[in-house]
């Protein structure tokens, strides 16, 4: 297998901010120094109420929109979706993107410094989608936010976005879940597990505690390998089979690789390049404990709990969270109107690559939800007005505008 020139992954993100407080986890373990990397698009209301919030998947992160640059290799993956004019509207609507808990672009991951200032590896605590919803809400106090206009997300981000209103139905205005389920089903846990594996079968895993070593010797073989699982899921046969068929990678002879190999080789490389693996294991596996209904009395009543006009839309053609799976998500919410349907080639990539289908049923559910009429501050954003502070916030400090609160 070919493989990249590893570095460690620089922390990216823009802004960021240090959570006022130790975050529990639901195993029982405590990270006591939490920070969440965030990138944010438009202007704040004086109220606070045009806060949208996006949520991205697995090997995304904050960088939804704009173009490429320092600690961001490749333009925003949603680059489409927001901007002025757009269904996320910058000249209406506040944006924000934080990277998931336990990821390793600006958020607070196995790759992190941990006690005693070496890296958590395998001491970092195993996470579940609600712990990740936890320090978001936690982040959300600190900036003030007490309710979003809309919580968006596709794929592991709209595994967020339903625990977001399932668990604070009264601080989410309005959903929007695309290619996404309520609980992991058995394929999916198969899927992710092996891909898991794959890591963890690397020698340069060394247990989890590879931070400390050559960037070289870590686990890329094993990231690239789970890559290349994950990345057959992303996508569809007939499109593997139009764009690839049988045919060599040119160049490479009759005893080369074939071309869909090379595809694969190439996505292996990218993401090794970019992203830890101690992160992706700890992310998948949270993927893999996600379910709504747990505790709850099962997922039907889980759901029946979210109060906000909800738009959930599939990708036709994904095999990774196929339609079924939303259906029963647009059944079971209560405000959620019928299943939309995204046609597409392209699988379960679908859902970042079909803005055209896409942007539309965003800009319906934000003016389903009644909130079309708000309208950001046209003062600085420094001088927008903000409620009472939450419980513990830095000293006068309004960390969701200031991009040097914590240094980066």
Not at 95 to 119: E, F, M, Q, Y
Not at 257 to 272: F, G, I, M, N, P
Not at 352 to 375: K, M
């Given at each position: 297998m070919?493989?990249?020139?590893h570095?460690?992954?620089?922390?990216?993100?823009p802004?960021?901010?240090?959570l006022?407080?130790?975050?529990w986890?639901?195993?029982?373990?405590?990270?006591?120094?939490?920070r969440?990397?965030?990138?944010t698009?438009?202007?704040?209301?004086p109220?606070r109420?045009?806060?949208?919030?996006?949520?991205?998947?697995?090997?995304?992160?904050?960088h939804?929109a704009?173009p490429?640059?320092?600690?961001?290799?490749?333009?925003?993956?949603?680059?489409?979706?927001?901007?002025?004019?757009?269904a996320?509207?910058?000249?209406?609507?506040?944006?924000?993107?934080?990277?998931?808990?336990?990821?390793?672009?600006?958020s607070t991951?196995?790759?992190?410094?941990?006690?005693g200032?070496r890296?958590w590896?395998?001491?970092?605590?195993?996470?579940?989608?609600?712990?990740?919803?936890?320090?978001?809400?936690?982040?959300?106090d600190?900036?003030?936010?007490e309710?979003?206009?809309?919580?968006?997300g596709g794929?592991?981000g709209?595994?967020?976005?339903?625990?977001?209103?399932?668990?604070?139905?009264?601080r989410?205005?309005?959903?929007f879940?695309?290619?996404?389920?309520?609980?992991?089903?058995a394929e999916?846990?198969?899927?992710?597990?092996?891909?898991?594996?794959?890591i963890?079968?690397?020698?340069g895993?060394?247990g989890?505690?590879?931070?400390?070593?050559?960037?070289?010797?870590?686990?890329?073989r094993?990231l690239?390998?789970?890559?290349?699982?994950a990345?057959?899921?992303?996508?569809s046969?007939p499109?593997l089979a139009?764009?690839f068929?049988?045919?060599?990678?040119?160049?490479?002879g009759?005893n080369?690789?074939y071309?869909?190999?090379?595809?694969?080789?190439h996505?292996?490389?990218k993401?090794?390049a970019?992203f830890?693996?101690g992160?992706?294991v700890?992310?998948t596996?949270?993927?893999?404990?996600?379910?709504?209904?747990?505790g709850r009395?099962?997922?039907?009543?889980?759901?029946?709990?979210?109060?906000?006009?909800?738009?959930?839309?599939?990708?036709?053609?994904?095999?990774l969270y196929?339609?079924?799976q939303?259906?029963t998500l647009?059944d079971?919410?209560?405000?959620?109107?019928?299943?939309r349907v995204?046609?597409?080639?392209y699988?379960?990539?679908?859902?970042?690559?079909?803005?055209?289908?896409v942007a539309p049923?965003?800009?319906?559910l934000?003016e389903r939800?009644?909130?079309?009429?708000?309208?950001?501050?046209?003062e600085?954003?420094?001088?927008?007005?903000?409620?009472?502070?939450p419980?513990n916030?830095?000293p006068?400090?309004n960390?969701?505008?200031?991009?040097?609160?914590?240094?980066?």
């Amino acid at each position: 297998m070919s493989h990249a020139t590893h570095t460690t992954p620089a922390p990216a993100g823009p802004r960021s901010l240090i959570l006022p407080a130790p975050l529990w986890t639901e195993s029982g373990e405590v990270l006591p120094e939490v920070r969440i990397g965030y990138e944010t698009w438009g202007r704040l209301a004086p109220d606070r109420s045009n806060a949208v919030l996006v949520l991205h998947a697995l090997t995304g992160d904050s960088h939804v929109a704009g173009p490429a640059g320092p600690g961001f290799p490749t333009p925003g993956w949603w680059d489409g979706l927001i901007g002025p004019g757009r269904a996320l509207d910058t000249d209406r609507w506040f944006v924000v993107a934080p990277n998931a808990l336990g990821g390793c672009r600006g958020s607070t991951g196995p790759a992190s410094p941990g006690p005693g200032g070496r890296a958590w590896g395998s001491r970092f605590p195993r996470l579940s989608v609600r712990d990740q919803v936890a320090a978001e809400v936690a982040a959300a106090d600190v900036w003030g936010i007490e309710r979003w206009a809309a919580v968006v997300g596709g794929s592991m981000g709209g595994m967020r976005a339903v625990e977001w209103a399932v668990t604070h139905p009264e601080r989410v205005g309005a959903l929007f879940l695309i290619a996404t389920t309520a609980a992991a089903g058995a394929e999916q846990i198969a899927w992710c597990s092996t891909q898991v594996h794959a890591i963890r079968g690397d020698p340069g895993w060394a247990g989890g505690d590879y931070h400390d070593r050559p960037a070289s010797a870590g686990p890329w073989r094993g990231l690239g390998l789970a890559r290349r699982i994950a990345h057959i899921t992303y996508r569809s046969e007939p499109e593997l089979a139009t764009r690839f068929g049988r045919e060599r990678q040119p160049g490479e002879g009759p005893n080369g690789r074939y071309a869909v190999e090379s595809y694969l080789d190439h996505h292996a490389a990218k993401l090794t390049a970019r992203f830890d693996a101690g992160s992706y294991v700890v992310l998948t596996e949270a993927m893999n404990s996600h379910d709504v209904g747990r505790g709850r009395g099962g997922v039907a009543a889980a759901l029946a709990r979210i109060t906000a006009p909800t738009v959930v839309a599939a990708v036709d053609s994904d095999r990774l969270y196929p339609p079924s799976q939303q259906r029963t998500l647009a059944d079971a919410i209560p405000n959620a109107g019928p299943l939309r349907v995204v046609r597409s080639a392209y699988g379960h990539d679908g859902f970042l690559l079909e803005l055209d289908q896409v942007a539309p049923l965003v800009t319906e559910l934000l003016e389903r939800a009644g909130s079309a009429d708000r309208v950001g501050s046209t003062e600085p954003p420094e001088r927008a007005a903000r409620p009472a502070p939450p419980r513990n916030p830095p000293p006068n400090r309004n960390t969701l505008l200031d991009p040097t609160v914590t240094g980066r």
